[in-house]
């Protein structure tokens, strides 16, 4: 089914691009465009974390470079558009072979069917978002991979799309869109997902308002609503509610242990799949006389950890840390229960409630643009900081310095990273 697909696109794709170049070829046109990045990045990683005693547990890399373009090419005839964007990437790690890749975020065919009728077919990175911190209702975005060393924007555009086929209709105030994102051996992994959205913008209080609809694994509905206040301040509401969770937090005690028998466990899934989790996101944006733009935000994740859930993840961990420590003969098992708790960390919304500050400024200094981002776990105020600045050195040269900070108690969630901060150097090249 994938390689038919591939070859039914590639030779659309091919017979119509080169008929128009030879029948109309004044009527055939192109975009190129792209970025290349050399990013060197070192972590300073934690000499005895709970999650990785020792550093034995996990081996993790104290540097890594990455050299990688970001390369877009669009090409249009008459009511036909070819939208790519395609990311080589080569990996240099510490502790790992060097390795490329060839990632694909977004190579379809758009077709204008009529006036404000489109359909598309191919991979596409579909994004349609209005909140920063975190995005309740990217439904197809769910557990993509990103690069946190990246500012939110940019780890939206940077991302491996889905394979679909859709079509979108505009009317005066409403937009109606539909994709369906099939399941594709070896190519795409997740089964069968369908995602309806309407979009209403109410002209008479500036407001842009967005249902949608998604079936797949973990079904739900979201709202999406950006409000322009003045020219200063946007408000927006972003959420969702899910039926049903993939989060791993049940912790169950099999044994309690005894003598020569060590206590063991179980780690499940939530059980309950008919139960509704929402995910909200309110916050907004407020740009300064001087430039300065602050964004807030609070988000409430009903799929996280609760305090009696979360104290029973952190006992497996303390328990199985000490285990190993103490070089029993049931080293072995606790070594595996830990890098089964490290699986389960994901440093971002691991609990239920948080807050999220970003504090930018592309104007104050000449060629300077420079952001702090805070991201505060409200249940154990631990947290995470991510100051960056970008300097224009030249009319398509930019250098980049950013850090992730984590801070809080051994114990919480931000505490529990592998590494205390990294610092990254960007070199960005436009052309």
């Known amino acids: 089914m994938r390689k038919l697909l591939l070859l039914i696109f590639a030779a659309l794709t091919v017979q119509i691009f080169c008929l128009a170049q030879h029948v109309y070829p004044q009527e055939l046109n192109y975009a190129f465009s792209g970025i290349i990045y050399e990013q060197p990045s070192y972590f300073n ?37 070819l939208i790519s964007q395609t990311r ?27 006036e404000g009728y489109f359909l598309y077919i191919g991979k596409r990175n579909l994004r349609d978002v209005v909140a920063y911190g975190v995005n309740p209702t990217d439904f197809l975005g769910e ?11 940019e780890r939206r555009v940077e991302r491996k799309g889905n394979y679909v086929i859709g079509g979108e209709a505009f009317f005066n105030n409403v937009t109606l869109s539909v994709a369906y994102a099939p399941e594709l051996d070896e190519w795409q992994d997740e089964n069968d997902r369908v995602l309806l959205r309407g ?26 609503i950006s409000s322009t206040v003045s020219d200063n301040l946007v408000l927006h509401v972003e959420s969702a509610f899910r039926e049903g969770s993939e989060q791993k937090k049940t912790i169950t005690v099999l044994n309690q242990g005894s003598g020569m028998i060590p206590r063991t466990y179980a780690i499940t899934g939530f059980e309950d799949d008919d139960e509704i989790f929402p995910h909200i996101v309110i916050g907004g944006s407020y740009t300064f006389g001087d430039g300065t733009n602050v964004i807030c935000e609070y988000i409430y994740n009903g799929d996280g950890y609760n305090s009696e859930e979360w104290d029973e993840f952190t006992d497996f961990v303390k328990f199985n840390n000490d285990t190993y420590k103490s070089n029993s003969m049931f080293k072995g098992l606790a070594k595996g229960n830990l890098a089964e708790a490290s699986e389960m960390m994901n440093f971002r919304e691991m609990r239920r409630n948080y807050v999220f500050v970003r504090f930018s400024n592309s104007t104050l200094i000449e060629d300077i643009d420079s952001q702090l981002v805070f991201m505060v776990n409200v249940d154990d105020f631990s947290f995470l900081t991510f100051p960056s600045v970008d300097y224009k050195a030249g009319e398509n040269t930019v250098v ?23 610092i990254t150097l960007t070199l960005k090249q436009y052309f």
């Open 45 to 81: 990683i934690k000499n005895d974390g709970l999650l990785n005693p020792d550093n034995e547990i996990l081996d993790f890399s104290e540097w890594t470079n990455r050299l990688y373009g970001r390369i877009a090419l669009n090409i249009y005839y008459r009511n036909i558009k």
């Open 199 to 224: 979009n209403y913008f109410a002209e008479s209080i500036n407001t842009d308002m967005s249902l949608h609809l998604y079936h797949g694994d973990i079904p739900g509905i979201g709202f999406d």
């Open 88 to 114: 080589p990437a080569y990996t240099v790690e510490e502790t790992e072979s060097d390795e490329f890749k060839l990632i694909t975020d977004d190579a379809y065919l758009d077709i204008s069917i009529g």
């Open 143 to 153: 557990n993509k991979e990103v690069d946190f060393t990246k500012r939110e924007e």
């Open 400 to 422: 980049g310095l950013s850090s992730t900070i984590f801070a809080g108690e051994d114990d919480s969630e931000f505490g529990m990273s592998y590494w205390q901060n990294d």
